[in-house]
C-alpha cells in the first residue's frame, strides 16, 4: 500500500458562498457524507460536451430516435448520462453499461439499434461488446446544469485525467447528483461518490481506488448503502484510519435506542461501532436557487456522536 491520504475533510479553499452553492455549503456545515447514493443501472453515452444542455441526457443535435431511444432506456429502469473528452474519437458513438461493465462503440446510424436492444434488455452479442479493463471515473463537468460544476468540476477533471495513465478510465459527464458539493465524481464499478474534489485531490484518490479503498477526504458513502449508514460508514473509516487501518467496510446496523443509530463499521477484522445523531443544515440545492433569493433549504443530517474501537463486532449487529 501507498503511503495513507490524509483523512481530514476536503474543503473549496475560501469561495465566495454568495456566488456559489458548493461554497454556501461547506459554509453552512454541509457534510459529504450521506450524499453518496447513485443507481446501479447506468447507460453512459458519449455525446459532445458543446451540445450538452440542462438535461443530463438529452442534448442539441439528437435525432428523435434517439433521443426517443435514451427516453426508453431511462423509462426501463436505467439512469442515463452523457459523457465526452477530447481523445479525437468522432466516427462512433461511445456506450458504457453497468454494472455489465462493458462498452459498445456503434456508428451514428445504428445507434437507435443499440438504444431499443438496451431499453428492452436484449441480447447486445451482435453490436459487440467489450470487456472495461481498467475502473472508470466519472467527473460532472455540466456548467450548463450548475455553474459550480463547471468552476470546480473542469479543473478536477484535467488533474484526475493527467493523473490517470492506464490505470483509469476517465471522463467528463453530465449531473451526477450534488451540485453543491462540486467537484462530483464517481467511480465504477466500485460505484464509490465523491465531492469536493479539487486538482490538489486528483492523484491520492485514484492511488487509494487503484488499491480498492475509499479516498477519505473526498468520500461521500458507498452507493449500496442508505444515506444513515453511509454517514457510519464514514465516520467508521476515519476512525480505524487513525490507528493505521484502511480498506473497504462492511457496515450492519445494531441494536439502538430509538432515534440513535449504531452501526458496526469492520474493515480487515478491525470495527469501529458509530453512534449517530440527528442534526439540520440549510443550504441551496443548486446556484440558480442561490441566485434567485430563494431561502435556503432546510435537510436533515446525520453525523457521528460517539466512535468506539473495538477488536469484534458487537454479538448485537444485524444484517
Given amino acids: ?5 490524509p483523512i481530514a475533510p476536503a474543503t473549496l479553499g475560501g469561495a465566495d458562498p454568495n456566488r456559489f452553492c458548493a461554497a454556501y455549503a461547506q459554509a453552512a456545515g454541509t457534510p459529504l457524507a ?29 435525432e428523435g430516435a434517439v433521443a426517443d431511444g435514451l427516453e426508453a432506456v431511462f423509462a426501463g429502469g436505467r439512469r442515463v448520462n452523457l459523457i465526452d473528452r477530447k481523445d479525437g474519437a468522432e466516427n462512433t458513438v461511445r456506450a458504457l453499461l453497468f454494472p455489465e461493465n462493458v462498452g459498445i462503440d456503434v456508428v451514428p446510424k445504428d445507434l437507435p ?16 461488446p467489450t470487456p472495461l479493463r481498467t475502473p472508470t471515473v466519472f467527473v460532472c463537468t455540466h456548467g450548463v446544469h450548475d455553474r459550480c460544476c463547471a468552476k470546480w468540476g473542469f479543473a478536477a477533471y484535467k488533474a484526475l485525467a493527467a493523473a490517470a495513465g492506464d490505470r483509469f478510465d476517465v471522463w467528463e459527464c453530465t449531473h451526477l447528483g450534488g451540485c453543491r458539493i462540486a467537484a462530483g465524481a464517481l467511480v465504477l464499478p466500485v460505484r464509490r461518490k465523491y465531492g469536493r474534489i479539487t486538482p490538489i485531490h486528483a492523484a491520492p484518490l485514484l492511488a487509494a481506488e487503484a488499491e480498492d479503498r475509499p479516498y477519505l477526504p473526498c468520500y461521500r458513502g458507498a452507493s449500496s448503502l442508505d444515506p444513515i449508514a453511509q454517514v457510519a460508514e464514514v465516520a467508521g473509516l476515519r476512525a480505524l484510519a487513525e490507528v493505521g487501518i484502511w480498506g473497504t467496510a462492511d457496515v450492519a446496523i445494531l441494536a439502538s435506542p430509538e432515534g440513535t443509530p449504531r452501526f458496526n463499521v469492520e474493515v480487515a477484522g478491525r470495527c469501529a461501532e458509530v453512534t449517530l445523531a440527528r442534526g439540520e443544515v440549510a443550504d441551496h440545492g443548486a446556484c440558480v436557487d442561490l441566485h434567485s433569493g ?9 453525523r457521528a456522536t460517539e466512535v468506539i474501537l473495538r477488536s469484534q463486532p458487537s454479538p448485537a449487529s444485524t444484517t
Fill in 34 to 62: 450521506g450524499i453518496g447514493a447513485h443507481q446501479e443501472r447506468t447507460l453512459w453515452l458519449r455525446w459532445p460536451k458543446g451540445r450538452w444542455r440542462h438535461s443530463l441526457r438529452i442534448a442539441d443535435g439528437m
Fill in 1 to 5: 500500500m501507498t503511503k495513507p491520504d
Fill in 113 to 128: 439499434d443499440v438504444l431499443a436492444a438496451i431499453a428492452a434488455g436484449d441480447e447486445l452479442g451482435r453490436f459487440g
Fill in 294 to 302: 430563494q431561502a435556503p433549504e432546510t435537510r436533515t443530517v446525520w
